[in-house]
């Protein structure tokens, strides 16, 4: 788990006040929650550090407002969901007897081929 202070020491250009606005827009997940108490008491898990660079790239070097932020970070959160659907699909077909896996295989070649 990440402190705050740890947060904002790991991204220079990071401040309270991004890190403020971004968890009340819901783009960052503080364990415990908003509910937590003061901002001080925060901590974060590995990935909500990699999305605070990935937002303030996002905010500060590329210079995309706040609802372009945020779409791109949904949008992004979509696409992680969509291959972790894919990866279970892949592995549910991989359990299938071979003419289950050779019957997909034919469909998805044929249906490729539109």
């Given at each position: 788990?990440?402190?705050?202070?740890e947060l904002l020491s790991l991204h220079n250009r990071l401040?309270?006040?991004?890190?403020?606005?971004?968890?009340?827009?819901?783009?960052?997940?503080?364990?415990?929650?908003?509910?937590?108490?003061?901002?001080?008491?925060?901590?974060?898990?590995?990935?909500?550090?990699?999305?605070?660079?990935?937002?303030?790239?996002?905010?500060?070097?590329?210079g995309f407002d706040e609802d372009t932020v945020e779409m791109?970070?949904?949008?992004?959160?979509?696409?992680?969901?969509?291959?972790?659907?894919?990866?279970?699909?892949?592995?549910?077909?991989?359990?299938?007897?071979?003419?289950?896996?050779?019957?997909?295989?034919?469909?998805?070649?044929?249906?490729?081929?539109?």
């Open positions: 788990m990440t402190t705050l202070d401040t309270v006040m991004h890190v403020e606005r971004w968890v009340a827009r819901g783009l960052l997940r503080p364990a415990g929650g908003t509910d937590a108490g003061s901002a001080d008491a925060w901590t974060f898990e590995q990935i909500d550090v990699a999305r605070a660079r990935l937002l303030s790239e996002l905010a500060d070097d590329i791109v970070i949904r949008l992004v959160d979509q696409v992680h969901t969509l291959r972790g659907q894919l990866h279970l699909l892949a592995r549910a077909i991989a359990e299938q007897p071979p003419a289950a896996r050779e019957a997909i295989a034919a469909t998805l070649k044929r249906l490729g081929a539109r």
